[in-house]
């Protein structure tokens, strides 16, 4: 059984150009999170979708940022004109519906790292 | 949701108990504690969750008291591929799943 996936690992761009960043979770898996980290800072929740329904967007950028995560294919996290203070790692996690008492525990891919020219 | 406060660093020699104590004064009463496990250029990895009392699974132990103000995560001899981030989390079952915000965390260094 495959973890998250995420591609790219490495994504470079120049300001103004968009960036894609892609995720797959764990099969069995219908919940996706996305996360920001800054270098030197922990990891800051920017979204949680369903199959089909964006759930709590509460920490993304109100502009330029939006993600997806449709009936088929991964998950998509859509940067648009990109600026210098976008440059980050960005994770992708993956919960069961069904879990922990707390909350379902989360598989974390290897992240995306992006870096804006 | 709740602040948690815990070392930024500690080092360690191998095969030593580590206990890292994080401080959650205001945590609420369906908050649950979380901890996970980051190397570097990784995502972080789950490694145990709790509400109270004692919590152990195969690789770590927690700890928290009646209170729930603080809770301590304890690594049974440690190795060398032990050294990693190690973040404290506090946060709500919200549907079930935790919408989480991972603080600095706490870097352990285990020496040889």
């Known amino acids: 059984n495959a973890g998250v996936m995420q591609n790219p690992r490495h994504l470079v761009r120049r300001r103004g150009q968009e960036a894609r960043l892609r995720c797959s979770p764990m099969?069995?898996?219908?919940?996706v999170y996305w996360y920001r980290q800054l270098p030197e800072e922990g990891l800051k929740f920017m979204v949680y979708l369903q199959k089909e329904n964006i759930i709590d967007e509460s920490g993304m950028p109100k502009e330029r940022f939006s993600a997806e995560f449709p009936k088929e294919g991964p998950s998509i996290l859509r940067i648009q004109q990109v600026v210098r203070g976008d440059s980050a790692a960005y994770f992708c996690?993956?919960?069961?519906?069904?879990?922990?008492?707390?909350?379902?525990?989360?598989?974390f891919g290897p992240g995306t790292r992006l870096t804006v020219l | 949701l709740a602040k948690t406060t815990q070392p930024i660093s500690m080092d360690s020699y191998e095969g030593q108990e580590v206990n890292i104590t994080c401080s959650h004064n205001?945590?609420?009463?369906?908050?649950?504690i979380t901890w996970y496990q980051q190397f570097p250029s990784q995502g972080p990895r789950f490694i145990i969750q709790g509400y109270k009392t004692k919590v152990t699974n195969e690789v770590a132990s927690l700890f928290i008291p009646a209170d729930r103000k603080s809770s301590t995560l304890s690594l049974p001899r440690v190795s060398l591929s032990d050294t990693a981030v190690y973040y404290c989390?506090?946060?709500?079952?919200?549907?079930?799943?935790?919408?989480?915000?991972f603080g600095i965390g706490t870097k352990l260094q285990v020496i040889p």
């Open positions: 205001n945590i609420a009463t369906n908050d649950y």
């Open positions: 099969k069995g898996h219908s919940h």
């Open positions: 996690a993956s919960s069961p519906l069904k879990g922990l008492a707390g909350g379902a525990e989360q598989f």
């Open positions: 989390l506090v946060a709500p079952n919200s549907g079930g799943y935790q919408k989480v915000t």
